[in-house]
T-cell receptor, first 120, second 115 residues
């Protein structure tokens, strides 16, 4: 079963407007974390924001915020005041709990990605 | 800033060749990872290493092996390259698995074509 689902293959937004990129996840762990990464056309993966399962507040980093709804198992990324430079692929990823030895702790499972295009 | 360097941005090899993809990080990170990225599938974990000379299989290890002789270097090996291994390969590192809220830092990727 898919652990991380990004249902929007592509999204379009007008410059200066806000946009929400969806991410739903599936896990039976109590302790987990959710990451969002941005991948411009040049290929590098840029870390944007992190939300831990026990964090009571929604994470925010500048223009990025995470709408974390634990009961619904969703962790949507909200980008406010979109800029042309925000055009990129965006990935949601989940870190689940550890194996018995702890060394697998922190393995990431990625969603399929959403291509965001910002129009002027 | 963490720097993860992959040896090649683009690589073209022939079917049956043994292919080496090299990755070096400069931040003394314990954990290193190799992923492949394919359209519509996101990133999939091939192998990871939580310490020198240690390795664990990820979700798609078949046809690949890895080597980590030094802490800063993690190599991905395609033992006998096949066309279905044409893909984008991304290396990543992270400080330590105890700090699981810390992000993985990625290299720029290697676009590998097997002809």
């Amino acid at each position: 079963a898919q652990k991380i689902t990004q249902t929007q293959p592509g999204m379009f937004v007008q410059e200066k407007e806000a946009v929400t990129l969806d991410c739903t996840y599936d896990t039976s762990d109590q302790s987990y974390g959710l990451f969002w990464y941005k991948q411009p056309s040049s290929g590098e993966m840029i870390f944007l924001i992190y939300q831990g399962s026990y964090d009571e507040q929604n994470a925010t980093e500048g223009r990025y915020s995470l709408n974390f709804q634990k009961a619904r198992k969703s962790a949507n990324l909200v980008i406010s005041a979109s800029q042309l430079g925000d055009s990129a692929m965006y990935f949601c990823a989940m870190r689940e709990g550890s194996n018995a030895g702890g060394t697998s702790y922190g393995k990431l499972t990625f969603g399929q990605g959403t291509i965001l295009t910002v129009h002027p | 800033d963490v720097k993860v360097t992959q040896s090649s941005r683009y690589l073209v090899k022939r079917t049956g060749e043994k292919v080496f993809l090299e990755c070096v990080q400069d931040m003394d990170h314990e954990n290193m990872f190799w992923y492949r990225q394919d359209p519509g599938l996101g990133l999939r974990l091939i192998y990871f290493s939580y310490d020198v000379k240690m390795k664990e299989k990820g979700d798609i290890p078949e046809g690949y092996s890895v080597s980590r002789e030094k802490k800063e270097r993690f190599s991905l090996i395609l033992e006998s390259a096949s066309t279905n291994q044409t893909s984008m390969y991304l290396c990543a590192s992270r400080r330590h698995h105890f700090y699981s809220n810390q992000p993985q830092h990625f290299g720029d990727g290697t676009r590998l074509s097997i002809l």
